[in-house]
C-alpha cells in the first residue's frame, strides 16, 4: 500500500494551500451535517460521527463550525442526501471509483459522465470495476504525536488489526481491514493518540503505471472530480511514481 500512502500524502500537501482549504472543509462541513442526520449526534454510539468530528479536528475545523454543522443535521432543514457511487475507466484505462453525497442525483450523474467524456474516459456500470479495490481503513497521524518509538508503537497495535504502517515524509499512515475500523479508531483514542485523518478507503490490487505526460491527464481528471461538490472520493490505480510525485 506504499503506492496509496505516496498519493494519500500527496493530497494532504495539497490540502494544505488556501485554495484548496475551503473545498475540504466544505466536504468535512457536508459529512458532519449527514452523519448527524442519519445517526445523532452522540458519537459513542455514532461511529459516522465520531470520524467526521474526528477529521474535522484534524483539519483545524473551529470547534462552533463543528457544532453548527451537527445541529444543522438534526434540524428539519437539513437536505436529504444520497450516498451514490459511480465506476469508470479514465484515458490509457485507469480504473476510477468515485464516491459522491447529493441531493440531485440527476444533476450528479451528468456532471459525473461530463469528466469522463472530457478526458476521453467512459463511466461504466455498476459494480463493474468493484473486484479492482479493496475495501480498507485508514489512519493518518502526524509522525511528531507519537511518542513511542516506530517499533514499540506498532506492535501495540498489531492485536487491533494494524495491517500495514508507511511513513511519508512527517506523516504516518496506518492501514486496517475494513471490519476492524471502528477497533482501531477507539485504541487510538483511548491511548490519546492524536489523528489527522481517518477514513474508509478503496485500494487497488494491481496499479498500472504511464508516462508522466499521460499520468498528468490523470491527475488532471482527479482533481477536476475532485472539485465537484457532490463528490467525496476518488479512488484510481494509477501508479504514483517518484516522477510524478517531483514534478506535480
Request: aromatic share 8%; hydrophobic share 35%.
Amino acid at each position: 500500500m506504499a503506492g496509496h500512502s505516496k498519493w494519500a500524502n500527496i493530497k494532504h500537501r495539497k490540502g494544505a494551500q488556501d485554495a484548496k482549504r475551503s473545498k475540504i472543509f466544505t466536504k468535512l462541513i457536508k459529512e458532519l451535517t449527514i452523519a448527524a442526520k442519519v445517526g445523532g449526534d452522540d458519537k459513542d454510539s455514532n461511529p459516522r460521527l465520531r470520524t467526521a468530528i474526528q477529521n474535522a479536528k484534524g483539519a483545524n475545523m473551529p470547534k462552533d463550525t463543528i457544532s453548527r454543522a451537527i445541529k444543522k443535521g438534526l434540524s428539519n432543514e437539513s437536505e436529504n442526501y444520497t450516498e451514490v457511487s459511480f465506476e469508470g475507466y479514465g484515458p490509457s484505462g485507469i480504473a476510477f471509483f468515485i464516491d459522491c453525497s447529493t441531493n440531485n442525483n440527476n444533476r450528479t450523474v451528468s456532471n459525473v459522465r461530463a469528466i469522463f467524456n472530457k478526458f476521453g474516459g467512459e463511466l461504466g456500470t455498476k459494480g463493474s470495476l468493484e473486484f479492482i479495490f479493496n475495501r480498507k481503513g485508514l489512519f493518518i497521524i502526524e509522525k511528531s504525536r507519537i511518542n513511542s518509538n516506530k517499533d514499540e508503537f506498532q506492535m501495540n497495535l498489531i492485536d487491533w488489526g494494524l495491517e500495514d504502517f508507511i511513513i511519508e515524509e512527517d506523516l504516518c499512515f496506518l492501514y486496517v481491514e475494513m471490519k476492524d475500523f471502528n477497533k482501531m479508531q477507539k485504541k487510538l483514542e483511548e491511548d490519546n493518540v492524536v489523528v489527522k485523518s481517518s477514513e474508509l478507503i478503496r485500494v487497488p490490487s494491481t496499479t498500472k503505471s504511464l508516462e508522466f505526460e499521460k499520468a498528468q491527464s490523470i491527475i488532471k481528471m482527479i482533481e477536476k472530480f475532485e472539485e465537484d461538490d457532490d463528490v467525496q472520493n476518488v479512488f484510481h490505480n494509477l501508479e504514483i511514481t517518484e516522477e510524478i510525485i517531483r514534478k506535480i
